[in-house]
């Protein structure tokens, strides 16, 4: 069965206290893993794709990298703005197309 | 300005009652996509929708009820066959392709509904 698992479920930070949200997924066969940032009350904002292996992306103070079995998003020097819910989703190989599986979120803390 | 809207932003009903969320997209998304989101858990997918007069069931689609009669709009239904209905729904969009390739959802600001 797909899955998708991010840790830790909460992670509380000073300003400027750089640290990485790890998501692990089992699939079969991976199309595209998707980081999304969630205020609260609100839609997912879209971050970054990331397709395989080795791939990197960044976007300020955020950077997204990937192996076979987990992505990581890494925050380096956060600012309160930072804080916010990170959700990790990816699309699976034979599930149907544009199907999504969604990690739980990490709710990340920024204190100034 | 293009983008997903979703109302009403709060909808609040009466146990027994069918409701119907609206999701509306000006992006040209050939896609859309409805899910529900609890406290604690990730984002479950309710209905897709691939092409106009197409849909398919997520993975909780018992209760609800989807149309796509046009490309802009895709309205969902929740039933009073829906056991546990109170819930964050957020409507998605996104671009189609070929079959080996996955496209970023983008996402409507959400409705909140409450039923009691």
């Known amino acids: 069965e797909d899955q998708v698992t991010q840790s830790p479920e909460a992670l509380r930070l000073q300003e400027g206290e750089s640290s990485s949200l790890n998501c692990s997924y089992t699939v079969s066969g991976l199309r595209g893993l998707f980081w999304y940032r969630q205020d609260p009350g609100k839609g997912p904002e879209f971050l970054f794709t990331?397709?395989?292996a080795g791939e990197e992306k960044e976007k300020e103070r955020l950077k997204a990298t990937l192996t076979k079995k987990e992505s990581f998003l890494h925050i380096t020097a956060p600012k309160p703005e930072d804080s916010a819910t990170y959700l990790c989703a990816v699309q699976a190989f034979g599930a149907g197309r544009g199907k999504l599986i969604f990690g739980q979120g990490t709710e990340l803390s920024v204190k100034p | 300005d293009g983008g997903i809207t979703q109302s009403p932003k709060y909808l609040f009903r009466k146990e027994g009652q069918n409701v119907t969320l609206s999701c509306e997209q000006n992006l040209n998304h050939d896609a859309m996509y409805w899910y529900r989101q609890d406290p604690g858990q990730g984002l479950r997918l309710i209905y897709y929708s691939q092409i106009v007069n197409d849909f398919q069931k997520g993975d909780i689609a018992e209760g609800y009820s989807v149309s796509r009669e046009k490309k802009e709009s895709f309205p969902l239904t929740v039933t009073s066959a829906q056991k546990n209905p109170t819930a964050f729904y957020l409507c998605?969009?996104?671009?189609?392709?070929?079959?080996?390739?996955?496209?970023?959802?983008?996402f409507g600001p959400g409705t909140r509904l409450t039923v009691t």
């Open positions: 990331l397709y395989s």
């Open positions: 998605a969009s996104s671009i189609t392709g070929g079959s080996g390739d996955a496209y970023e959802q983008y």
